[in-house]
C-alpha cells in the first residue's frame, strides 16, 4: 500500500490515505447550529489542498449532548439539512471525502452550557466540569441510541460518506465502554459486553436504516483513569466492533480529564489556558498576570505523557494483530516518513488534527514533495482557543484578549 493512492478505508473511496481526523472548528451557526460559508470555504481549502478524508469536527446528536465549547456543530435539528448537502457537495467537487463525526458530550459539558442536568452511565464527578451528573435511566439510554441512530442516518440522507461514532476523549460513549466511567449493575454495565451493549443496539439499529453505509469509530485505546482505557482492553472492545460490522477504527488515546494526553506537548500552554479558560480567562488582569507568572514557574515540573510523537502506534499494531476492520491511526504523526512506514505496515490511513491546523494545504505540500514534515510545534495553544473562539494556529504565541479590556 502508498501513502498517495486511490483507495477505500473503512469502505470510503479515498484519493489517498491522509485524513484530516475530527477537528472542532468553532464555526457553526451560534444559532441554529449548523454549517456557515465559512466552515464551507475552510473545508473546501483543505480539500483542495488534497486532503483524502475529512472527518468533520464532532456533531452533536441530540440538546442534552452538547459541548460547553461556543459554535459546535449540531446535528439534531432538521432545518440545517441544506448546509451539511452544501457542504458535503462542496467537498466533493474538489475529490476529497468526508466524513461525519457524532457525538454526545456526556458529563463532559456543563449544566449551563446544556441548559439542564448532564447525564452519563455512572453520576461521577468531573474534574474539569464539576456539576454532577445524573445517572442515566433505562429510558435515557434508548433515547441516546435513538438519537444516535437518527443522526447516522441524517449523514447518509446529506451526502457524507460515511460517519463517525465518538467513542473516545471522555465524552458519553467512552465513558459507557470504560470501567472507570461505567459503574452500572444493569444490562448496560458490569462486564466488557455489557458495557458496549449501547454501542451495539446503537450499530443494530443503525444498521436497519442504513443497511451498509460507512459507519467508523474513534477509540480511546488508552487513557490516564484508573481501570480506564488500556491496550488489552481495547483489543477485546475492537473485536466486538468488528464482530457489530464497524468499518474503521480511528485509534486515539486520553480523556480530557487526563489534560494534554489527547494532544500531546512538552508543557501545558499556560499562557493560552490563563487567556481562555474559565474561570481564569475573567479574573482580573493584575491577579490574573501575577497567578499566571507563578504557574509558568512552576510548569517546567508537571509531568507530562510522553513520548510526544506517534504515541497511539504500539496500540493501533496490537489491535492490527487481532483484529481485520480497518485501521486508522492519529497522535502526533507529523513526518512523511513515518505515514509511509504506517502504511507500509498495514495501517490504513493516517490522520492528523494539528497539523491541518497549522498549515490547512499540508497534504498538498506532502504530496509536491515542498514539506516532508508538519511546521506544529504541538504548542496546543489551539486548544485552548476553542474555549471562546474559532480554531486557528497561534504558533506558540498568544494574544492575551485581557489587553483588549
Ligand atoms: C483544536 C482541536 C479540536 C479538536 N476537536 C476534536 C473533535 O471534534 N473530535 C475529536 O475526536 N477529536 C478532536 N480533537 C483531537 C484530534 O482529532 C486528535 O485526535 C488529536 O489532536 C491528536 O492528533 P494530532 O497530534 O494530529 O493533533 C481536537 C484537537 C484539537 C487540537
Ligand atoms: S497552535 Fe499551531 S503550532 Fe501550536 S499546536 Fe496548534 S496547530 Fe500546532
Request: aromatic share 6%; charged share 30%.
Amino acid at each position: 500500500m502508498e501513502l498517495f493512492e486511490n483507495c477505500t478505508v473503512g469502505k470510503v473511496r479515498m484519493r489517498n490515505r491522509i485524513i484530516r481526523s475530527a477537528t472542532h472548528d468553532g464555526l457553526a451557526d451560534p444559532v441554529t447550529e449548523g454549517i456557515t460559508d465559512e466552515l464551507i470555504r475552510k473545508y473546501v481549502f483543505l480539500a483542495k489542498n488534497e486532503v483524502g478524508c475529512i472527518i468533520q469536527g464532532y456533531a452533536i446528536v441530540s440538546p442534552e449532548g452538547r459541548s460547553n465549547y461556543p459554535r459546535c456543530l449540531a446535528f439534531f435539528n432538521p432545518d440545517n439539512a441544506d448546509g451539511f448537502k452544501r457542504l458535503t457537495a462542496a467537498v466533493h467537487a474538489e475529490g476529497a471525502a468526508i466524513v461525519a463525526q457524532i457525538a454526545h458530550c456526556g458529563r463532559q459539558t456543563s449544566g449551563k452550557a446544556i441548559g439542564m442536568k448532564k447525564i452519563a452511565p455512572t453520576a461521577k464527578r468531573h474534574l474539569l466540569y464539576p456539576d454532577k451528573a445524573r445517572e442515566m435511566t433505562k429510558e435515557d439510554i434508548l433515547r441516546v441510541e435513538n438519537d444516535f441512530v437518527t443522526a447516522v442516518a441524517r449523514a447518509k440522507e446529506y451526502g457524507y460518506d460515511g460517519v463517525q461514532l465518538h467513542l473516545a476523549h471522555g465524552y458519553l460513549l467512552h465513558d459507557f465502554i470504560s470501567e472507570n466511567g461505567n459503574k452500572r449493575k444493569d444490562e448496560y454495565g458490569g462486564s466488557l459486553e455489557k458495557r458496549m451493549r449501547i454501542i451495539k443496539e446503537i450499530l443494530e439499529k443503525a444498521r436497519e436504516k442504513v443497511g451498509d453505509f460507512p459507519i467508523w469509530v474513534k477509540l480511546s485505546a488508552t487513557d490516564k483513569r484508573s481501570k480506564g482505557m488500556r491496550i488489552e482492553y481495547a483489543v477485546k472492545i475492537a473485536k466486538l466492533l468488528e464482530e457489530y460490522g464497524v468499518d474503521a477504527i480511528e485509534v486515539s488515546c486520553g480523556s480530557v480529564q487526563d489534560g494534554m494526553n489527547t494532544m500531546r506537548s512538552k508543557r501545558f500552554p499556560m499562557d493560552a489556558i490563563f487567556a481562555y479558560r474559565e474561570p481564569l480567562a475573567s479574573m482580573p488582569r493584575t491577579l490574573n498576570r501575577a497567578v499566571l507568572a507563578m504557574a509558568k514557574l512552576f510548569n517546567p515540573l508537571i509531568p507530562q505523557p510522553k513520548p510526544l510523537g506517534l504515541y497511539n502506534v504500539p496500540a493501533a499494531y496490537a489491535l492490527k494483530e487481532q483484529v481485520s476492520t480497518d485501521l486508522i491511526v492519529v497522535g502526533g504523526i507529523t513526518d512523511v516518513a513515518d505515514m509511509k512506514k504506517l502504511i507500509a505496515d498495514g495501517i490504513k490511513a493516517v490522520s492528523m488534527c494539528r497539523p491541518f491546523i497549522c498549515e490547512p494545504n499540508f497534504a498538498k505540500k506532502l504530496k509536491s514533495g515542498e514539506a516532508t514534515k508538519s511546521r506544529c510545534i504541538m504548542c496546543n495553544c489551539c486548544g485552548l482557543v476553542i474555549e471562546k473562539e474559532p480554531t486557528r494556529c497561534l504558533m506558540g504565541k498568544v494574544k492575551y484578549p485581557l489587553d483588549k479590556r
